[in-house]
């Protein structure tokens, strides 16, 4: 049995050239060949190979070449919005933490003066209380006594398929919570905003700051 990828701590980078196969032992390049003859073969149907092929393009059209050098062009709202065209989407969902509301409807905003019919589910949708998976008072939010109501992403996910959108965008699900949406959902689905109560929803900053004296425990051994 070969060794497992560890594509996270390659030392030499050549699977994005005319040189793939002189990576490392482990790369799955030279490794996972069938696994990756499987996987084309998945590109034949015409939908999947369409979808990636929009996907391509679109992520083409996310740079500009300037006298000055290759630049960036959108952000990633705004490729949402283009790419969904690209595939003749009319009804888009949204699944939302209620925590991030106001950026929901400002999402919505752009989405519908895009001409798309939206379909939009906070997270808390049902008041379900948190006793029903178990929740003890102790490990509540707000503490012993308060009524607080469960994320409840598979009611979410189940929503949106009932509503037929065609295309859904996650905006600041939980971790967890926004893996059981992806269990549940139909249609396809990207995420615009990862949950990071730290951060401000920028969970990149964690890996940036990890070796700095403030957030160097974040690399502690355990």
Same mark, same amino acid.
């Given at each position: 049995?070969? @060794?497992?990828? &560890?594509? %996270? !701590?390659?030392?030499?980078?050549?699977?994005?050239?005319? =040189? +793939?196969?002189? *990576?490392?032992?482990?790369?799955?390049?030279?490794?996972?060949?069938?696994?990756?003859?499987?996987?084309?073969?998945?590109?034949?149907?015409?939908?999947?190979?369409?979808?990636?092929?929009q996907?391509?393009?679109?992520?083409?059209?996310?740079?500009?070449?300037?006298?000055?050098?290759?630049?960036?062009?959108?952000?990633?709202?705004? @490729?949402?919005? &283009?790419? %969904? !065209?690209?595939?003749?989407?009319?009804?888009?969902?949204? =699944? +939302?933490?209620? *925590?991030?509301?106001?950026?929901?409807?400002?999402?919505?905003?752009i989405?519908?003066?895009?001409?798309?019919?939206v379909?939009?589910?906070?997270?808390?949708?049902?008041?379900?209380?948190?006793?029903?998976?178990?929740?003890?008072?102790?490990?509540k939010?707000?503490?012993?006594?308060?009524?607080?109501?469960?994320?409840?992403?598979?009611?979410?996910?189940?929503?949106?398929?009932?509503?037929?959108?065609?295309?859904?965008?996650?905006?600041?699900?939980?971790v967890?919570?926004?893996?059981?949406?992806?269990?549940?959902?139909?249609?396809?689905?990207?995420?615009?905003?990862?949950k990071?109560?730290?951060?401000?929803?920028?969970?990149?900053?964690?890996?940036?700051?990890?070796?700095?004296?403030?957030?160097?425990?974040?690399?502690?051994?355990?």
């Amino acid at each position: 049995m070969t @060794e497992n990828p &560890q594509c %996270a !701590k390659c030392t030499r980078v050549v699977c994005d050239s005319k =040189a +793939s196969l002189k *990576g490392p032992e482990n790369c799955p390049t030279k490794t996972k060949q069938e696994i990756i003859q499987q996987a084309l073969a998945e590109y034949d149907d015409p939908e999947v190979r369409e979808f990636a092929r929009q996907a391509s393009i679109q992520e083409a059209e996310c740079y500009m070449h300037l006298p000055e050098g290759l630049t960036t062009r959108y952000p990633r709202v705004e @490729e949402i919005a &283009q790419f %969904a !065209k690209k595939l003749g989407y009319k009804k888009l969902g949204i =699944a +939302s933490c209620l *925590g991030l509301k106001d950026e929901a409807e400002i999402l919505a905003e752009i989405l519908e003066n895009r001409g798309f019919e939206v379909v939009s589910v906070c997270c808390k949708a049902g008041a379900i209380p948190k006793e029903r998976i178990g929740i003890t008072e102790e490990q509540k939010i707000k503490g012993p006594g308060a009524f607080e109501a469960m994320c409840n992403p598979i009611t979410q996910a189940k929503i949106l398929n009932e509503a037929g959108t065609e295309f859904n965008i996650l905006v600041g699900l939980c971790v967890g919570h926004d893996s059981l949406f992806f269990k549940y959902v139909k249609a396809p689905t990207t995420v615009l905003v990862v949950k990071d109560r730290v951060f401000g929803h920028n969970p990149v900053m964690g890996l940036y700051l990890a070796h700095s004296p403030f957030y160097r425990k974040l690399l502690r051994k355990e």
